[in-house]
């Protein structure tokens, strides 16, 4: 077990020693800085630290998931585009190992990546705005449920976005070993995250049952978190958090298992 | 060194078919301990793809390859152990320096300390450039990278696929000086594919040389392989005419034994009633009577020495691709 760590500090290494991760990270503190401040100094009225918060996040989680997405669909592919893929392979290992390393590493970039902005957004809104204590997340957040605080909020918004994010990196990281171009995979990738929204609402607009089976209905979770209890019940027809969930966790499974058949299946011609 | 009969690799029965396309026709290699192993072929004769099945990129679509006892196929983790290798051109990653790049390698073995890394760095004269990010590398410096990379973990078997592709002459010098004490000092085999035929013959034991997939000759250049009947220089090509070649190659087969008790190898051209095999020049006077006392009539004793690259092109046809 000691040794697979090693795989993946390599893994890490690869992803770290590029400019590029560094450049996407600071990119989101930078946003958030840039954003609070121009705000605060240009706003006729106070403006209040959890609202910004709020309104940022509505930027920089989009954004953090292409970035994240961006990494997962370049880590395998990148070794074939590069022609490292050989190198890497002739190791002591099988590729099912070299593949999980890889993913434990992506996996760990998103964590990372996630922690930045609720760091950043948090740290920054409470220095710039000062820190308001005792908020209820239904006065910032538009939430229904009267008893849930703000800081509850945020730690199941950012949950449920971790949900989906590995999601969407997973299906990068299936696109990334099955195409094994980094351009194409990014390509793809990219496309289908930013297009998931749009894509959405064409599908609402389809009558038939299995609409409610697509990928892209079910990426949103949180809207869960401002509908709760009160709504959510009432309405028979409203898809609830837990079918999401399942729905999800059937599209990883076929992501993984994708991922896993052609990784080491194929012959590597690279 | 231990066992030295027993091969390091052996090729058994491997074909590799892409689509309809036989890329490998049913070849079948066995390499000895500790020693530099040649393999020529024209362009897309399918070096690269069996390099790939030796070290388990592609796999075959029929045969297995055994490396120090376990099977590529059914048993990687412990055959590919045995393997350092170059595939194709030395790929680094760009963004890493060139130390990165081999303590990347360095961690996926257990038991490459720091003091080996330095060691092979010195080893490929990279001292200077190993703290340099691989992009600004040369081809010959990457080259070089490569082969430390391969020699990190002390391999048995060294797997270079083009080498000296890159290097300088001073570079191929050293790379085939290093080889040489490789095999000889340590006991490692090396399996070298190159298109450079007047480098293979001052660097290899023995040379394979494959044709569009098959294998079409293996041939010693080394003393030793050849016949030897205790005569000194180097052994050459030679031809005897005669008239019933088969019962001649008996003969000498009967008689001729290599210092390890292997029957002399030779090749019976039928067609032009000959016999081909290497020997010393004091030996063929001997060879010579010992085929007029078998009752073979000897016609003509020819000497077909010629260099390795005349060789490659008699056996090759002299085509370019396949
Ligand atoms: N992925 C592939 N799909 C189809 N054909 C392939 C593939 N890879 C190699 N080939 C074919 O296999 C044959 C052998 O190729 P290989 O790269 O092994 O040759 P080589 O002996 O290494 O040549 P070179 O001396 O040019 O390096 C060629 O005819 C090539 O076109
Ligand atoms: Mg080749």
Redesign the interface.
């Known amino acids: 077990m000691f040794d697979f760590a090693a795989l993946v500090a390599n893994e890490n290494m690869k992803i770290f020693r590029r400019v590029r991760s560094w450049i996407m990270l600071g990119l989101l503190v930078l946003l958030t800085a840039a954003i609070s401040i121009i705000a605060s100094v240009t706003a006729s009225s106070t403006i209040k630290m959890w609202d910004m918060t709020s309104m940022e996040l509505m930027i920089l989680i989009p954004l953090a998931n292409i970035f994240c997405v961006i990494i997962a669909a370049d880590i395998v592919a990148s070794e074939f585009t590069n022609g490292t893929i050989k190198l890497l392979l002739i190791r002591p290992w099988t590729r099912s190992k070299v593949l999980l390393s890889k993913y434990v590493s992506l996996l760990i970039f998103v964590l990372i990546t996630l922690a930045v902005v609720y760091v950043s957004t948090l740290l920054i809104n409470s220095l710039v705005f000062g820190y308001e204590g005792g908020v209820m997340a239904q006065q910032v957040f538009g939430v229904l449920d009267p008893g849930m605080s703000a800081w509850s909020y945020m730690n199941q918004y950012f949950l449920l976005q971790l949900v989906s994010f590995i999601v969407t990196v997973t299906l990068a990281f299936m696109i990334s070993a099955v195409f094994r171009s980094s351009a194409l995979a990014i390509g793809l990738s990219l496309f289908i995250v930013l297009m998931s929204e749009v894509l959405s609402q064409l599908f609402s607009l389809v009558n038939k049952p299995w609409v409610d089976y697509v990928l892209f209905q079910h990426l949103n979770l949180t809207k869960y978190l401002r509908m709760d209890a009160a709504l959510g019940g009432s309405n028979q027809d409203m898809m609830t958090l837990g079918f999401s969930l399942a729905v999800l966790a059937g599209y990883y499974i076929v992501f993984m298992a994708l991922s896993w058949f052609v990784f080491t299946k194929r012959d590597v011609a690279a | 060194m231990s066992n030295l009969s027993q091969p390091i690799v052996q090729i058994k029965e491997v074909t590799k078919r892409i689509g309809s396309k036989t890329i490998i026709d049913n070849l079948s290699l066995d390499l000895p301990q500790g020693e530099v192993f040649g393999f020529l072929g024209p362009n897309g004769s399918g070096k690269t793809t069996t390099i790939?099945m030796m070290?388990?990129?592609?796999?075959m679509s029929k045969g297995d390859i055994i490396i120090g006892g376990s099977s590529i196929r059914t048993d990687?983790?412990?055959a590919?152990?045995h393997?350092g290798?170059?595939?194709?051109?030395p790929?680094?990653?760009?963004?890493?320096t060139g130390y990165?790049n081999l303590l990347?390698?360095a961690?996926?073995?257990?038991g490459i300390s720091r003091n080996r890394i330095d060691e092979v760095i010195g080893l490929a004269g990279l001292d200077k450039r190993i703290d340099d990010k691989v992009k600004t590398y040369s081809l010959g410096m990457r080259q070089r990278l490569?082969v430390a990379?391969a020699l990190l973990h002390k391999p048995s078997l060294l797997i270079l696929d083009e080498p000296t592709n890159g290097l300088d002459p001073a570079g191929i010098r050293e790379l085939r000086d290093y080889l040489r004490r490789l095999a000889a000092e340590e006991g490692t085999t090396v399996f070298v594919s190159s298109h450079l035929l007047s480098e293979m013959e001052l660097m290899c034991d023995q040379v394979a040389i494959i044709q569009a997939g098959k294998l079409i000759d293996l041939r010693s250049l080394r003393p030793g392989g050849g016949a030897s009947v205790g005569g000194t220089g180097l052994p050459a090509q030679v031809l005897f005419e005669v008239d019933q070649p088969d019962e001649a190659a008996r003969v000498l087969q009967e008689t001729i034994r290599t210092p390890d008790g292997v029957p002399v190898r030779l090749q019976v051209r039928a067609g032009e009633g000959a016999i081909v095999l290497d020997a010393l020049r004091d030996d063929i006077a001997e060879l010579n009577a010992l085929l007029v006392a078998g009752g073979i009539r000897v016609y003509a004793i020819r000497s077909l020495s010629k260099s390795l690259e005349d060789q490659f092109l008699e056996v090759t046809g002299g085509e370019s691709v396949v």
């Open positions: 790939r070290v388990g990129l592609m796999r990687y983790e412990k590919i152990r393997v290798a170059i595939v194709e051109n790929e680094m990653y760009k963004y890493l990165k990347h390698y961690r996926m073995v257990p490569g990379q």
